[in-house]
């Protein structure tokens, strides 16, 4: 008789937590890294294609919006086939995008490889997946630090992709970068087979009233703070595709030197490092709406300052710190109130349609920073109107009630 596999003694002895949230946060670093770099291309391709900054910006655009619009559908394929096969596609499409990206010659064809492939690809191997796995191997009580981890490890890869490629760029050019990036991304696969799994069947001993997704869905929809949620999720990302995209930009506009962009949306990544960490912590221990609408309000008085006060390196990098704290410290706690009120089973799927929110916002922040600067020269009305959104959300937060919905009031607390 032959002895017993290691992937039969992990399904015997359950999931392999330390391995399933070390691989996990490995796939959101890669995976989150290259496209938060994305706004280091703007200059050179557009210059070399004698392209507008609307035209790059429509693109990513596109691919915000895209990775959006797929998120609820890879939630559903992830919850129902698993989320090991799901990555695997996924970072395949990615690779082709960027690939393909890399030897576009018309707007159309960088709007389909960065914009319609890239963003695919990042909705099915993105940072949202990886913490639905998370939210089934771990307790709830330990929940929202898992989600803060892993959203730790998708701000890390902004922090070493930012200046990998900008050097990337320098040293080889914006052509080879894009296939490097390509060949990075190309270790997640390998990574997923960690992942492998997909929620429970339902079980009539757990005390869970069955549902089907179609269910799920209408009870998501037809709770009031899952559409407040839903609402304040927009402002996240407009806010962070918008910097993303066009703070290198401004920057340089701003009269300092373009590696000043790179070294911000670095020291975003690495600080929001800690601000995710600390809000997994936080939001594991008082009340996630509260802290979100924090959170919103301290983006808008930050933002607001930097516009105020005179542009010098040391106001960016001030501005670079203060924002990545506030940065993706958002997920946690959106996350978190998601398996707080319909518990893990569908989550992937909830949070997907969450997060297509947050991609429309990102959609309009990256496409309106390129259109309103063609037409007026200037960033500061899409600023100020970054600042007027942070205070809707920061309103729209705060009367979420973080509580499980009736169908799991029998449930043990989340």
């Not at 559908?73 to 960027?98: E, N, Q, S």
């Not at 920057?251 to 373009?258: Q, R």
């Not at 590696?259 to 020291?267: E, F, K, R, T, V």
């Not at 808008?300 to 506030?326: D, N, S, Y």
Request: with cysteine; net charge neutral.
């Amino acid at each position: 008789m032959t002895s017993a596999s290691p992937r039969d003694t992990a399904i015997k002895d359950g999931p392999n937590v330390p391995l399933i949230i070390i691989c996990g946060c490995v796939i959101a670093l890669i995976g989150f890294g290259p496209r938060s770099s994305m706004g280091l291309f703007l200059a050179p391709m557009t210059d070399a294609r004698d392209w507008s900054r609307e035209v790059f910006s429509l693109a990513l655009a596109i691919q915000n919006l895209m990775w959006g619009a797929g998120q609820p559908i890879a939630g559903m394929i992830a919850d129902r086939y698993g989320t090991a096969r799901t990555v695997t596609f996924g970072a395949l499409l990615y690779i082709a995008g960027l690939g393909l990206m890399a030897f576009v010659e018309s707007p159309m064809m960088l709007h389909i490889s960065a914009g319609v492939m890239v963003g695919l690809g990042v909705a099915f191997s993105s940072f949202s997946l990886v913490l639905a796995a998370f939210g089934r191997a771990v307790t709830p009580a330990k929940r929202s630090l898992a989600f803060g981890v892993g959203t730790a490890a998708g701000s890390f890869g902004q922090f070493l992709f930012a200046p990998l490629g900008q050097a990337l760029i320098d040293g080889f050019g914006w052509h080879q970068a894009l296939l490097i990036l390509a060949a990075i991304v190309a270790m997640v696969p390998l990574l997923s087979i960690a992942l492998k799994g997909k929620p429970k069947a339902f079980s009539a001993d757990s005390g869970e009233i069955d549902q089907s997704l179609g269910q799920a869905l209408a009870e998501a929809f037809g709770t009031r703070g899952f559409l407040l949620l839903t609402f304040g999720f927009f402002v996240c990302g407009f806010h962070v595709a918008f910097i993303t995209v066009h703070l290198p930009p401004y920057i340089v506009d701003l009269g300092l030197d373009p590696s000043w962009g790179a070294i911000a949306i670095a020291l975003i990544g690495f600080c929001n490092v800690f601000g995710a960490l600390a809000a997994g912590y936080i939001g594991g221990r008082y009340s996630k709406p509260h802290f979100l609408s924090l959170i919103y309000i301290g983006r808008a008085v930050a933002i607001t300052i930097f516009l105020l006060v005179p542009a010098t390196p040391f106001t960016v990098l001030v501005f670079a710190g203060t924002m990545g704290f506030l940065w993706l410290s958002t997920v946690p706690p959106t996350s978190g109130l998601v398996a707080v009120m319909f518990g893990p089973r569908y989550m992937a799927t909830l949070f997907g349609f969450v997060f297509f929110s947050h991609q429309i916002g990102a959609f309009l922040g990256v496409w309106l920073g390129g259109r309103i600067y063609d037409q007026t020269g200037s960033y500061d009305p899409i600023w100020w109107m970054g600042i007027a959104l942070g205070i809707f959300a920061a309103l729209v937060h705060w009367p979420i009630r973080e509580e499980p919905v009736a169908r799991l009031s029998g449930m043990p607390a989340e």
